[in-house]
């Protein structure tokens, strides 16, 4: 079997995703209950939230690109980055392929054919990322003395995030994503 059922009854092809197999509401459900960190954190933080915050924090123009830049974990899950890149390297060294990059890789191009989105993330989405993660180490994550190399040197922001629900974090998620593919479809209509 190749394929997950989603939250609205949806078949989704793993192996051969299409973009008329993402919908919004799949993203924005399973998102909110996938807690950042593994799980790790004091109180549950979803990956709706962090790519909510992420993306009232660049350019109007980046903003669907942000909002989306994790969306396909709505459908491959969530990995921890260190586990991430230790698989990436490992696949280098012997010389095979990444077959959770692949996946992953055909997940994105799927949601970004659906959204109208340039495969490539805008290196704002990327800075923002490291940014939110910084952000979140520090307000969401048990206190520790081993530094987190691709955060050092990042200046944290005075407000500290409020986890939400998993249903407020669904709920703002999705009408987000709405607002903004109804803002950003118009746009490229008039252009």
């Known amino acids: 079997m190749t394929w997950i059922l989603t939250n609205q009854g949806q078949r989704f092809e793993l192996i051969d995703p299409s973009p008329d197999m993402v919908h919004p509401a799949d993203i924005a459900h399973s998102l909110a209950h996938q807690c950042r960190f593994n799980g790790h954190t004091g ?8 790519c909510y915050l992420a993306s009232e924090l660049v350019a109007p123009e980046h903003q669907l690109a942000a909002l989306l830049h994790d969306a396909t974990e709505a459908y491959v ?14 696949a280098e060294a012997m010389h095979i392929e990444d077959v959770y990059g692949a996946i992953e890789r055909r997940v994105w191009l799927a949601i970004c054919a ?9 290196e704002e989405v990327h800075e923002v990322d490291m940014y939110m993660l910084a952000v979140e180490r520090r307000d969401l994550m048990p206190e520790h003395s081993d530094a987190w190399d691709c955060i050092q040197g990042i200046e ?10 998993a249903a407020e974090a669904r709920d703002r998620y999705f009408q987000r994503l709405l607002s903004l593919l109804s803002t950003t479809h118009r746009a490229r209509a008039t252009a």
């Open 77 to 90: 899950g969530d990995m921890v980055r260190p586990l991430k890149m230790e698989m990436r390297n490992y």
């Open 43 to 50: 109180t549950h933080y979803s990956v709706a939230q962090h």
């Open 156 to 165: 944290l922001p005075a407000w500290r995030i409020k986890p939400w629900s």
């Open 114 to 122: 659906r959204f109208d989105l340039e495969p490539e993330l805008p």
